[in-house]
């Protein structure tokens, strides 16, 4: 039955919600932990209702587990945690890369390390989500700034995950998961919903790693009658452990050229008053909205400011930074931890321009004001 467009006061983590069951996730297992509960809490009403499949776990690595499990048999699956619970569950995110299973992980970030300030922003898993599993690994990671932000790149989430057959980790912070805002939700066909490729051929003649033009190879779900082998050991093209190093090198090159054939698709910013600006912000999540009011209020004075929203992390979206780069004097990165993409941004720029940092590790999200008095110090 068709739904028509809806007005909605919603949560962060409750669009999140939405935009799970508008793409079609028919599984979750999750454990609860703050800021992210809420997720967990509507999709333990939403699913059953709708056929799918709800569980809570004993733990995160468990619901991760679980998660993979399901994808493997056909279902769109995601999960939801926090810092602490994130942790947890890298061991099974470098298992989803190697195995190339769709899942998508959403982490509402909390103040840190450990157990921190559980109720208190934080924008301090940026590189745990790059780096937090051992090995080299492809990673897609998207970010969010405001309710309906959280909606469409929950949903776009889903869709990176079954189209590049690889675990995809959509980070918001307390402040984004938690604030409330009036939303229009678009109606539920206008909604994309890319499926993963299925296999074609007859199951004697399926190679479920094979390479293909995209790099991505149709995945079976388990049940229909093609059988393989699933491991979290570098393996050839039938699926089977192997330590020949032209077998090695073709898998795991293959595993970066699918994300980075799709570097166009996957990478995206947000762009404000960056074709004048002398100085640009450079920020994300619930801090991008405080630029955003700081960046307005000086153009109205006459300043040459301008923002960049960063609305994927990784892969890095080098070429808008660079953009900017280019362009302007001063880069002022303002981001809730001590600096895990200034790192990044002084990496991009080398030089070209000066880069500056406004960190933020109290809990507390960095303010309009406090931006707008950085940038009145080089503007």
Known sequence: MSQAPRELLLQGNEAVVEA??????????????????????????????????????????????????????GAKAMTAT???????????????????????????????????????????DVMQARWGTHG?????????????????????????????????????????????????????????????????MPPEWYIPYEDTNTGVPPMAAFGDGYRYHVTGLVHDRRGFPTQKKAEVLEGTDRLFRKIERGFREICRTRATGTEDAQVAVLAYGAVARSA????????????????????????????AVERVVDQVGTILVAEMNRGQVYREVLR???????????????????????IARALREVV
């Open 292 to 319: 955003a009011q700081a960046v307005e209020g000086l153009r109205v004075q006459g300043k040459a400011v301008g923002l960049l929203e960063l609305q994927t992390l990784w892969p890095f979206p080098r070429a």
């Open 348 to 370: 991009v720029a080398r030089g070209r321009c000066d880069v500056r940092k406004l960190s933020r590790v109290d809990g507390e999200l960095i303010t309009p004001a406090e």
């Open 136 to 200: 080299d690994h492809p990673i897609i990671v998207l970010t969010a700034s405001s309710v309906r932000d959280a909606f469409d790149t929950t949903a776009r989430a889903f869709n990176l995950a079954e189209k590049y057959r690889n675990p995809v980790i959509v980070l918001l912070d307390e402040v984004v998961g938690h604030m409330r805002e009036k939303v229009r939700l678009p109606a539920a066909e206008a909604v994309e919903r890319v499926e993963r490729i299925r296999p074609t």
């Open 82 to 124: 926090s810092g602490p619970g994130f942790s947890l569950m890298q061991e099974l995110i470098g298992y989803g890369c190697i195995a190339e299973i769709p899942v998508v992980i959403v982490d509402v970030m909390r103040a840190g390390p450990s157990t921190g300030l559980p109720t208190s922003p934080s924008q301090g």
């Open 20 to 73: 799970a069951m508008a793409v079609g996730c028919s599984f979750y297992a999750g454990y609860p932990i703050t800021p992210s509960t809420e997720v967990a809490e509507g999709l333990a009403v939403r699913l059953p209702a709708a056929g799918g499949t709800f569980i809570q776990m004993e733990d995160e690595i468990a619901s991760l587990g679980a998660c993979l499990g399901a994808s493997l048999a």
